[in-house]
T-cell receptor, first 113, second 113 residues
Framework: DAMVIQNPRYQVTQFGKPVTLSCSQT?????MYWYQQKSSQAPKLLFH???????NEADTPDNFQSRRPNTSFCFLDIRSPGLGDAAMYLC????????????FGPGTRLTVL | SQQGEEDPQALSIQEGENATMNCSYK?????LQWYRQNSGRGLVHLIL?????REKHSGRLRVTLDTSKKSSSLLITASRAADTASYFC?????????????FGGGTRVLVKP
């Protein structure tokens, strides 16, 4: 089945230790997104790629970076995780427009010790 | 404040009852979407309603949209324990930078067996 896959599902890192979360999709969608979601809150868009074009949200901290080496894969790099970065990180895709239906992966729960 | 705000924040009902939640937004939109999120999982798209539509059905789901009041409602009929989840509305604001989806804060629904 076509889907959005996130690895790992649970990630534990130490304060200040770089961490990379990965997302892959078999939907062949043009747009890929990374959201941060804290407990009982709405998902907050960090950035998205339209094909190879990177679009950063104005309030996304510089600590967060992303790479999309090809259509299928997208990575979220947190260069120096702080305690406040502990959250669920959700990857999503949409076919064309950023207002199309979005398809989400199961998320990666990040714990920062 | 968020583009989409949901009411109530939490809802507890008995199995078999109907659940209604509302979403209000501030600016004109192209479409409004509803998503469900089970605890610790990604979001799942439920239904999309366009700005020129007033009502849409999908199985036990009924969505209404009133653009004059800038509000939408999601009705789940004959609820089941498996409907226990958080429900988010997402709007795309016309002329917003990049026309991205913005998620509301969500309504947490508990269906008691």
């Amino acid at each position: 089945d076509a889907m959005v896959i996130q690895n790992p599902r649970y990630q534990v890192t130490q304060f200040g230790k770089p961490v990379t979360l990965s997302c892959s999709q078999t939907l062949n969608h043009n747009v890929m997104y990374w959201y941060q979601q804290k407990s009982s809150q709405a998902p907050k868009l960090l950035f998205h790629y339209y094909d190879k074009d990177f679009n950063n949200e104005a309030d996304t901290p510089d600590n967060f970076q992303s790479r999309r080496p090809n259509t299928s894969f997208c990575f979220l790099d947190i260069r120096s995780p702080g305690l406040g970065d502990a959250a669920m990180y959700l990857c999503a895709t949409s076919r064309e427009a950023t207002t199309d239906t979005q398809y989400f992966g199961p998320g990666t729960r990040l714990t920062v010790l | 404040s968020q583009q989409g705000e949901e009411d109530p924040q939490a809802l507890s009902i008995q199995e078999g009852e109907n659940a209604t939640m509302n979403c209000s937004y501030k600016t004109s939109i192209n479409n409004l979407q509803w998503y469900r999120q089970n605890s610790g999982r990604g979001l799942v798209h439920l239904i999309l309603i366009r700005s020129n539509e007033r009502e849409k059905h999908s199985g036990r789901l009924r969505v209404t949209l009133d653009t004059s009041k800038k509000s939408s409602s999601l009705l789940i009929t004959a609820s089941r324990a498996a409907d226990t989840a958080s429900y988010f509305c997402a709007t795309d604001a016309i002329k917003a930078a990049g026309n991205k989806l913005t998620f509301g804060g969500g309504t947490r629904v508990l269906v008691k067996p």
